[in-house]
């Protein structure tokens, strides 16, 4: 980093290098969100590596819209370049935010532990990009850009809004909620990358009308041009992607032959993938109901990558 090396030539003994770390240290790092927000943010011009795209400015990023209900601070550690704090507060932004999560990177055997950060062209709604910073041990700070195939236009978080808002059967139960007195409250919109594509899943909260803590009600998943939505997010990914093989009731008196679901690294099946995911989604709700977001933000995190491990196997072919 060039400001740390500036700061170590003038204090030599202001740093330690990263060797000196004890042991076990540098499987707990995580590449810090205020440095990955101010390189995001100068990586949506400086990806251009032609000139003449560079100053006709033809082909700048945008961070993209989360369509939460959820407000997001930008002051304090989340403060972006440009950003100017209320007088009286906080700053508020509707900008979706990076994120941490364990993630198998496309063209990659292992998974990594990285900060994702997604990216819409300029003045349009389709996503272009996602870039991520590996926090893993031996790969920290290293930065992958990932790139939407060419010629294939993938939704972005502002489409796929539109497209759970403009559903028949969600539209008619979020007015039907509306006219009871409840407060339908929309949750992070959590983008899950999956091959060459992405998963959409984001959590819906009724909030009753003398007010009180949000309580979860459904889940809507968006992958390509579905949207199901369901009680339980194993029922909505199962309307998405089908139910793997489960096993049949055996005769009075029979055997039935032994089946299997296909599971991912160490063994989990994507029903139990599902059933963490959704024990994750209820730890988000208890910590939103408490006021905790740093919580709430974890939580979220995790469930997504849950989610991103279930679809994977989902989308294995049988053997």
Known sequence: DPMAAAWAATFPDLFNPASELPEGVEEHLRYPQDLFRLQTALYTNYHMLEPSAFFTGNDEWQFPIDPADIERGT??????????????????TDELLPYYLLTRLPGEETESYVLLQP????????????????????????????RMPQGEVVDGTNQVNQRIQ???????????????????????????????????????Y????????????????????????????????????GEGEQPEDPDDGGESPPT?????????????????AEAAFEQAEAALQQGDLATYEQRINEAEELVRRAIEILNTPDA
């Open 166 to 204: 403009q559903d028949d059967e969600i539209s008619e139960q979020f007015t039907l909620w509306s006219q009871q007195g409840s407060e339908v409250v929309r949750g992070d919109m959590l983008v899950v990358p999956i091959e060459e594509s992405v998963v959409y899943v984001q959590p819906i």
């Open 75 to 92: 002051g304090g550690s989340e403060l972006l370049v440009g950003d100017q704090p209320l007088p009286d507060g906080v700053e508020y």
């Open 119 to 146: 990216f819409n062209p300029r003045d349009k709604l389709n996503m272009a990009s996602f870039l991520v910073a590996d926090s893993s041990p031996g790969q920290y700070g290293r930065m992958v850009e990932f």
């Open 260 to 276: 299997t679901e296909p599971s991912g690294e160490g063994g989990a099946t994507a029903s139990e993938l599902l059933g963490q």
């Open 206 to 241: 009724l909030q009753g009308a003398n007010g009180g803590f949000p309580e979860f009600r459904r889940v809507v998943v968006v992958y390509e041009d579905q949207v199901e939505w369901a009680s339980s997010l194993d029922d909505a990914l199962n309307l998405v992607f």
